[in-house]
Structure formats: C-alpha cells, structure tokens
C-alpha cells in the first residue's frame, strides 16, 4: 500500500499566504459593515427623563417623540453621532487648529489661521458665560453623542477605524460651528488687505472698480501696503482649505393675504460650500403639547437651524454687513498672549507664538518673515468677541411663537451677521438683522486697513429691519438691506443684485402662492446678468466657423442656463475671459474678478475704459472668439453640440476618501446642473483649474413652509442623512435634489425604515 505524500512545506505556507490575503480585505469588509448603523434598536440612554421614540422615514429622516426638550436635545445628539460623527470630527477639528494631525502638512495653512484666532478658547468662555437653560441642553446633546461612541468607539463610523476611538463630545464643542460659520460667511478682512496689496501696482482711485461698492458713501483712496503678497498666501482660501465661502442665501415670504392657503409661506436655501454628507440634517421633534419641530438641523448644534415650528417659519441670508477690520499698528503694541504647538501628521510638530493687540490677534504673524517696518496687522472680528449669546438666541428662535419673540430671539444671536426671514401663522412676515454691527470711528468705513478702533456697536433696534410691509413680500438674496440715507451703516460691499430682482419678478407674476410654486423657483436658471448682457454680444462684429455658430446661438438665447443647452456653456466661457483680459491689460497680478466687475467692465461707463485699453467693445469681441476657441478644442468644433451640463457638474466629495485613488470616484457624487452664481437657482463654480466651471457652492439644502397646515414643511438636501458611503441614505436624496424635488416633514412619514427606542 502506497503512502499518501504530505504537502510540501512551500504549498503549505503558500496555502496560508493566499487565507491571509484572502482573510484581509475580508476583514477590513467585515470591519466596514459593522460601522453601519442598525435600522431596529433599543438603546439605554442614562440620563433621559422618559423613554424616546424615532421613527425613521423612507429617507432615513427621523421623528422623534420626545417628552421635554432636554430628551429631544439627547436624542438628536445620539442620531446626528449614529449618522454623522466624521463630520462632526472635522468640524471640530477644523475650529480646533487640529486638521493636520490627521491630514498632514495641506491642513497646516488652515490649523494655524484657527489657533491663530483662538477659536476654541473663546468657544469656552462663551459657555461659561450662557445662561443655564441653554447650557443644559448644550450638556444634554453632548450626552447623546457620547452614549453612540461610547456604545461603538471606533466602529461609531468606518472612518474611525483608521483614526481610533474619537474623543469625548463636549458642551463647548458644540459652539465651535457658529464660530466657523461666522468666520466664513463674513470676510470683509481679507478684501482689506487684498485692496491694500492692489492698491501698490494700481493708478490712484483704480483699486475700486475691482469691487462692488455702495457708491453712496463716496470714494476714498486706500493707503498702499506692499509686500502683502506672503501673507495673502498665508490665509487659507475657499475651495482649497476652507468649507465656505463669503456670500450665501436665497430667503423670501409673502404674508397670508398673497398665500393660496391664507396663512404665510416662506422659503428658504442656503448656499454653501458642496461636500458629501452635506452640511444639513433634516429631522421633525414632536412634543406631547402640540409642539414640534420641522427642518434642518446642524450636525453637532442641538438646535433647529433652519425650518418651522407650530407658529413660526424661518430662513437665513448672509447680510453682508462690514463686522471684520484689520489695524496697522506699531509693534510695540503687540503682545505675546500663548504659545500653539500643532501636532502633523508624517511630520514634526509646528510650534507658533500668539500675539494680540488691544484690537485682537496679529494677522500678520500668519506670514513668517517679519514685516521689517516696525508694524503689525492686527484683526478684530465681531464673531470673536466675548459673550457671544448666539446659542441663547437659536433656543430662543426654536421656542418663539410670534415676530415679537423672533425679534427678540434675533438680538441674542451675536454672530454671524445674518438676515433672519420670519413668517408667522397668524399672517405676519418679518425680516431682522442679527449680528454685531461695529460702531467706527469718523472717517473709517472698514472697507480697507486703518488706525482707529471701534467705538462698540450700533443697538439692535437702530438696524434697518422690516416688519410687515405693505407689499406682503419680502425677499433678499445677499443684496444691500440698507436702504440708502439710512443712519446705521453697515458696508460699503454688495453682492450683484441679480437673484433678488428675479425673485420679485417670479413673485409679481402671481397674486397668489403656494408651497409647490415656491419649491419651482428655488429651481429658476435665468441669469439677469447674462440677459443684460446679451444686447451688448449680439451687436459684435460677426465671425467665422465655430465663432459664428456661437453667435447665431446667442442670437436667439434668453438668458436660461439650462443644462441641456449650449448657450450657457459659451457665455460661462465669455464671462471667464473677459475679466482675464481686462487684469492683463492692466497688468494687475493676481485679483478678484467677479460677476460684479465683469458688469462694470459690460456697463459702457467711461470708467470702464481704461480697463480695456480704450475700447470695451473690442475686448469683449476677443473675449468672445479666444472662449469660443478654448471651448471648441476641450468640447469639439460645433458649438450646437456643446451642453453646459457637460461642464457644469454639482460634485459632492468626501472630505478624506476623496484623496484614496478609485474610491474618491466610487463614493462621490456627480450630475449635471442648470444655473451659475447669478441664478436664484446658485451653482457658483471657480474658474480655473481643469474643470473650471464645476459648481462647488450652492443650496445644499431647500426648505418651504406654509404655515396653514403643521404638516406644511417641505426639504431636500443634496446628498442624504446618512454620512456613511455604504448606507443606502448616503445619496438617496441626490436625484431629488437635482430635479427640485422636495419631501414632506409630516408628523407621521409616509413609510418606514425602522424604530429606535430610547430608555432611560
């Protein structure tokens, strides 16, 4: 009998070697899966006063049933932890100073900007300063949260599995976001400096046309300061380091006599730097008396955000207004207030020393060579300054049942410098201000570097609000709230007023709204700048191939950027170089060159012309042939068969997998997208890189109400609830938002996908 031969010991360890390889990514899968939350649980909460029921709707949209306030605020805490934790992380980590201890040396320009400013510090002390009702809820959602990571540490999201168990959630952390988001949507202070570097190679008085202005209050030279080249590059920027950028927000109502249902509407979209999972949370908290709550919360903030309550609907604009000044002053006025050692990741710690002035930190410490003149820039921002009671102001918002108490709700709320838009169920319609608006010293209106500190801030009620106008309608759009003559100034700086003037013009078409009617016109895609422009194209000099088909198409255009048409591709490239030629003439190094100054350059004023070498017209007819040209070669030579979509693709892109090659594609979202930055539906995109017209900024979230029904609460956001890439909610409302559908944040959802229930 023949004995069996015994595998040799190479098939044997190659036997092992192929499990092993085999065991690994299974594993890592394995791992993955397990991060993903389950639909159906029961979950011991210590600290609730009764138990908490969510029902999750079809899109994973949570009702929650909750007995008081201080549960509702753990439970939101617990789902905004299930479902977004690593946005919630790098949120944090972002006010913190802390990015480059995870994404290495390209977080670095952001980590140091943060610790400059002391963002978390002064997050601290303005919990120390709240009162107690706000700081018990801020202490109860952070408890929610820490029961999900202490039930799955780093299995709380597949992130986590790379970084570790995250950190403790606390009370004070929760205050962090208002603090970025009041550091974004209010940058007047660095168009300060960006005015004081151009202002050194520009002709006295030219540095103006590069920006809108409020011409009323005059012009004034701007004091040249060279050599602020390093310190520009030093500042982070939107797009490459930070999440937003400056100018955000459609927001309009009608009272209830312009309402097919005769009760108030009101609509709401944020704009907003794009990533996946979006900035917005929908939810629906429902009280035993009555009350609830409907909209879009903030992951990491325990309040509503945006939405309606049983009485009340509200939305936010970014106003606009001037709360951020940089000081050239000596340096002896400087003083060293702490030492910030930044861990990096792959590298050595990076250790920088904080100074501050009387007026607040040394911004120009951002650039590391000495400025060498005996100065300093220091910057003073109303957002950092103490006892922001802004936390106080959004529970108060949450809770108020009429415009009074908005009005009051909107006083507490410090930073950042917002328009509030109210409707009320008993037909009024309101508009307040929010924010610290600095008080100047005469002579100094914010819009450039100057030596005279501020002498504290205008009183709320002498800001320009608007209660109840004779119109019924009230709309803003980031344009200039201030009507001219008024004695509260605010700023010399505003948006194009493109967006606000076509939303009247929609609403002017009907006597009477409803919800589905505002749902539509969050989706318009006119550009007015486009339609201003298109007499001045149409009168050029006629030219040849591919040039003259794109003027035959211009011919019959009415201004629509609509995905599926050419004309808005060759406008986009018109609009792009126009600028770009105008800088070069001038020989201006890098600048701003936005919608606004390509109006002015289109405007036909004499001004104008030096911009242009004397002839705006014949710049434009080079603009339009050298964009046509870059377009046929990237797009092919009939412009017939171009399509603006093709360009202009909505790209949502995690914030961390998008650097991992293969998997940044499979899990980022993309689709083409009708509008540009003037439409009031906002697709913003920067033009440069390789794909120069990709929106990167608009409403990530849509939102309408109509008061007469508490069911009357409509909202999309663009991705989905869940910020986890294999949940079937991390794009499930993708497609909706794309087209401009809404759902419905009704009391009971229209289906199912499972019950959690929180005990004490």
């Known amino acids: 009998m023949r004995r069996r031969r015994r595998p040799s010991l190479w098939r044997r360890a190659l036997g092992a070697l192929f499990l092993l390889l085999l065991a690994l990514p299974l594993g890592a899968l394995a791992a993955v899966w397990w991060t993903l939350p389950a639909r159906e649980a029961r979950i011991a909460l210590p600290g609730l006063s009764a138990p908490v029921e969510i029902r999750l709707g079809a899109e994973g949209v949570p009702r929650i049933a909750a007995a008081n306030e201080r549960d509702a605020a753990m439970a939101l805490g617990y789902l905004h932890a ?11 980590r972002g006010a913190q100073g802390r990015l480059a201890e995870v994404a290495g040396p390209a977080a670095l320009r952001a980590d140091r900007f943060t610790r400059l400013l002391g963002l978390a510090q002064r997050a601290e002390e303005d919990l120390a300063a709240l009162d ?3 700081r018990a809820l801020l202490d109860a959602y952070a408890l929610g949260v820490n029961a999900r990571i202490a039930e799955r540490g780093r299995f709380a999201a597949p992130e986590f599995l790379l970084l570790g168990a995250p950190e403790a959630w606390r009370p004070e952390h929760s205050l962090l976001w208002a603090k970025v988001m009041g550091l974004w949507l209010s940058g007047n202070w660095r168009t300060e400096i960006e005015r004081a570097r151009l202002a050194a190679v520009l002709p006295e008085g030219r540095v103006w ?19 602020l080249e390093r310190l520009l590059a030093a500042i982070p920027r939107f797009g490459e380091d930070a999440p937003l950028p400056s100018s955000a ?7 209830g006599a312009r309402s097919a249902s005769g009760a108030p509407l009101l609509a709401a979209d944020p704009h907003l730097g794009y990533g996946a999972p979006i900035l917005w949370y929908l939810a629906r908290i429902e009280f035993p008396d009555g009350r609830f709550l409907a909209g879009a919360t903030a992951p990491g903030v325990p309040f509503l955000v945006i939405g309606r309550n049983a009485d009340l609907a509200w939305g936010f604009t970014t106003t606009h207004s001037d709360t951020q000044d940089v000081f050239l002053e000596p340096e002896s006025a400087a003083r060293v207030t702490r030492t910030e050692v930044i861990r990096v990741r792959g590298a050595e710690p990076v250790t920088m020393t904080v100074r501050e002035t009387a007026n607040g930190p040394v911004v120009s410490d951002l650039d590391e060579t000495p400025r060498g003149d005996g100065r300093v820039l220091s910057l003073r921002m109303a957002n950092l300054e103490p006892r922001d009671s802004s936390a106080r102001g959004l529970l108060a918002l949450n809770r108020a049942r009429s415009l009074a108490e908005a009005r009051a709700a909107a006083a507490l709320i410090a930073s950042p410098p917002q328009n509030l838009m109210v409707a009320e169920r008993g037909g009024g319609i309101a508009m307040y201000l929010t ?11 914010g819009a450039q570097p100057g030596t005279e500190p501020w002498r504290g801030f205008l009183d709320f009620e002498a800001l320009p609000h608007v209660e109840n106008p004779a119109s019924g309608v009230l709309v803003n759009a980031n344009n200039r709230v201030s009507p001219e003559g008024h004695p509260a100034f605010l700023g010399r700086d505003w948006p194009g007023d493109w967006r606000f003037r076509r939303i009247h013009a929609l609403l002017a078409e009907r006597e009477r709204h409803d919800a589905a009617g505002f749902a539509a016109m ?10 201003d422009s298109l007499p001045l194209l149409r009168a050029l000099p006629r030219g040849t191939g591919a040039l003259a088909a794109a003027q035959a198409l211009l011919a019959d255009w009415d201004g629509t950027m609509a995905a599926e048409r050419p004309e808005p591709l060759i406008w986009a490239g018109f609009a792009r170089r126009m600028p770009q030629l105008a800088l070069a003439q001038a020989r201006v190094p890098e600048a701003p060159a936005s919608a606004e100054f390509l109006r002015f350059l289109l405007s036909g004023e004499e001004r104008a012309a030096w911009w242009c070498g004397g002839d705006c017209r014949a710049m434009a007819a080079l603009a339009l042939a050298e964009a046509v040209g870059e377009l046929a070669r990237e797009h092919g030579p009939d412009p017939a068969r171009w399509r603006w979509g093709a360009a202009h693709l909505a790209r949502f892109e995690h914030p961390l997998l998008r650097f991992v ?4 594609a499979l899990v980022g979202l993309s689709a083409p997208v009708s509008g540009d930055g003037e439409t009031v539906q906002r697709q913003s995109f920067r033009a440069g890189g390789r794909a120069p017209f990709q929106a990167v900024h608009g409403a990530g979230l849509r939102f309408v109400a109509d008061l007469a029904d508490p069911d009357g609460a409509l909202a999309v956001i663009a991705t989905g609830q869940s910020g986890h890439p294999l949940s079937p909610h991390w794009s499930d409302q993708f497609e909706a938002w794309r087209t401009g559908g809404m759902r419905r944040l009704s009391r009971v959802p229209g289906a199912s996908t499972g019950t959690l229930r929180l005990s004490p």
């Open 209 to 227: 046309d590069l920006w809108p202005l409020d011409r009323s209050a005059g012009r004034a030279d701007v004091a040249a300061l060279p050599g």
């Open 435 to 445: 924010g610290r608006t600095p008080l100047r010293a005469e002579g100094h209106d």
């Open 82 to 92: 299930r479902d977004r934790l690593f946005q919630m992380e790098t949120m944090r």
């Open 132 to 134: 107690a009702p706000t």
């Open 522 to 531: 969050q989706m318009d895609a006119l550009s007015l700048l486009a339609r």
């Open 249 to 255: 927000s459609n927001a309009w109502a009608v009272a």
């Open 661 to 664: 090659p293969g998997l940044g």
